[in-house]
């Protein structure tokens, strides 16, 4: 299995800001406090962890609702990813919330939860993130 890569060069001090680009090219951009800290739009690695995290799940549970005979038409999944001052100084991710709406026909609701609660946990990101909670809240839609 391939090993894949990002890197970041970051300049300067809290008022600097570091440039990211993944091995492929086709994420890159700039992080810089205040779009983590403050209101300041533009990207931050929670939301990198939550776009990974969103579209692990997403595979996850392809691969597992077709090895159960099953095909979604949309799977649509978003990864609130926490970010809150830790007791012990810094910072720290608790918890990320799963929301998933999923057009998927032909699967009862039981079958449904069970394929994608084990997608939750078997999703290769889950099992990176594995120390803060992980919750997932999936609907079935018609």
Same mark, same amino acid.
């Given at each position: 299995?391939?090993?894949?890569?990002? =890197? /970041?060069?970051?300049?300067?001090?809290?008022?600097?800001?570091?440039? %990211?680009?993944?091995?492929?090219? =086709?994420?890159?951009?700039?992080?810089? %406090?205040?779009?983590?800290?403050?209101?300041?739009? !533009?990207?931050?690695?929670?939301?990198?962890?939550?776009?990974? +995290?969103?579209? #692990?799940? #997403?595979?996850?549970? /392809?691969?597992?609702?077709? !090895?159960?005979?099953? /095909?979604?038409?949309?799977? +649509?999944?978003?990864?609130? &990813? +926490?970010?809150?001052?830790?007791?012990?100084?810094?910072?720290?991710?608790?918890?990320?919330?799963?929301?998933?709406? @999923?057009?998927?026909?032909?699967?009862? =609701? @039981?079958? %449904?939860?069970?394929?994608?609660?084990?997608?939750?946990?078997?999703?290769? &990101?889950?099992? @990176?993130?594995? !120390?803060?909670?992980?919750?997932?809240?999936?609907?079935? &839609?018609?």
């Amino acid at each position: 299995m391939p090993t894949k890569q990002a =890197e /970041t060069k970051w300049q300067g001090g809290k008022d600097g800001s570091g440039d %990211f680009t993944t091995e492929s090219g =086709e994420i890159s951009g700039t992080l810089k %406090f205040p779009t983590r800290f403050e209101d300041e739009v !533009g990207t931050n690695p929670e939301e990198l962890i939550g776009a990974a +995290h969103s579209g #692990c799940f #997403c595979m996850q549970l /392809t691969a597992l609702l077709e !090895g159960e005979g099953y /095909t979604a038409n949309e799977l +649509h999944t978003v990864a609130d &990813v +926490h970010l809150r001052p830790a007791e012990d100084g810094g910072f720290e991710i608790p918890q990320i919330d799963l929301t998933l709406e @999923a057009d998927v026909p032909d699967i009862d =609701e @039981a079958t %449904f939860m069970d394929i994608a609660n084990t997608a939750k946990e078997t999703c290769p &990101v889950s099992k @990176a993130l594995a !120390g803060p909670e992980i919750t997932l809240d999936a609907s079935l &839609v018609s």
